[in-house]
């Protein structure tokens, strides 16, 4: 018994300095990425298609301003907790904070924002918003 418990408490001082290592090498908190997930849903009526419409809109609108620190995926869930016909899930991505920061301040005064966001809100709706940030990547 005692070997066991001496065997493994080697084991684990050899493992822990090597996986801090490999954490360090890949830690990313110094400027970690920044994600955001929405919950949305498409309103009575609409369809994917709305929603592919609005969103080509919403992404002309923020080519032709030059806005590139932002990039989106809508994720349709295939096995999840909630499957509802136009559930979605919208993920936002930038590049860290500072970036988030001059991307809302670009949305918030942009003279586009109110058109585009009146056609998105005619399609969809978000019941939640999670922003995160990756601390680790592997």
Not at 53 to 76: H, T
Not at 91 to 111: P, S, T, V
Not at 113 to 135: Q, R, Y
Request: one cysteine or more; aromatic letters at 10%; glycine letters at 6%.
């Amino acid at each position: 018994m005692r070997k066991r418990i001496l065997a493994t408490a080697i084991a684990l001082c050899v493992a822990i300095p090597g996986s801090r290592a490999a954490v360090a090498e890949t830690d990313v908190t110094e400027s970690p990425q920044v994600h955001e997930f929405l919950k949305c849903k498409l309103h009575e009526g609409k369809t994917r298609e709305d929603l592919v419409a609005v969103l080509n809109a919403w992404r002309a609108a923020v080519n032709q301003a030059g806005y590139v620190d932002y990039k989106i995926k809508i994720l349709i869930p295939v096995h999840a907790s909630d499957t509802r016909l136009g559930v979605f899930y919208w993920m936002g991505i930038w590049k860290n904070y500072a970036r988030m920061g001059l991307g809302w301040n670009w949305w918030l005064g942009a003279k586009e924002t109110p058109e585009v966001a009146s056609k998105l809100n005619e399609v969809f709706g978000c019941e939640s918003d999670e922003v995160t940030i990756v601390a680790l990547e592997r």
